[in-house]
Nanobody, 116 residues
Framework: QVQLVESGGGLVQAGESLRLSCTASGRIFSSYVMGWFRQVPGKEREFVATIRWSGGITYYADSVKGRFTISRDNAKNTVYLQMNSLKSEDTAVYFC?????????WGQGTQVTVSS
């Protein structure tokens, strides 16, 4: 069992930056893929970025490529999402995800609001 706790959300103006953190408790195996997703009311949860716990290979949604960076600190069991040049359309609840093969674990979410 894995528990995920996100932090770092808030209210910023367009063009500013935020860094989200996701700390995992429980055993994280090297096969885990960690990720960030986001959701706005009335829409489906959408993929933002993922990183393999072992090796650090990353993938990004086209909408955030070049602005967001996902990283991890294995010693701290923490995944980060550095968000730069934020836009109003980045406003959403951001969820941390841990996937081991077909099993998903989710955090409770953290609100990011970008004012234009």
């Amino acid at each position: 069992q894995v528990q995920l706790v996100e932090s770092g959300g808030g209210l910023v103006q367009a063009g500013e930056s935020l860094r989200l953190s996701c700390t995992a408790s429980g055993r994280i195996f090297s096969s885990y893929v960690m990720g960030w997703f986001r959701q706005v009311p009335g829409k489906e949860r959408e993929f933002v970025a993922t990183i393999r716990w072992s090796g650090g290979i990353t993938y990004y949604a086209d909408s955030v490529k070049g602005r967001f960076t996902i990283s991890r600190d294995n010693a701290k069991n923490t995944v980060y999402l550095q968000m730069n040049s934020l836009k109003s359309e980045d406003t959403a609840v951001y969820f941390c995800n841990a996937r081991l093969f077909t099993t998903d674990y989710w955090g409770q979410g953290t609100q990011v609001t970008v004012s234009s």
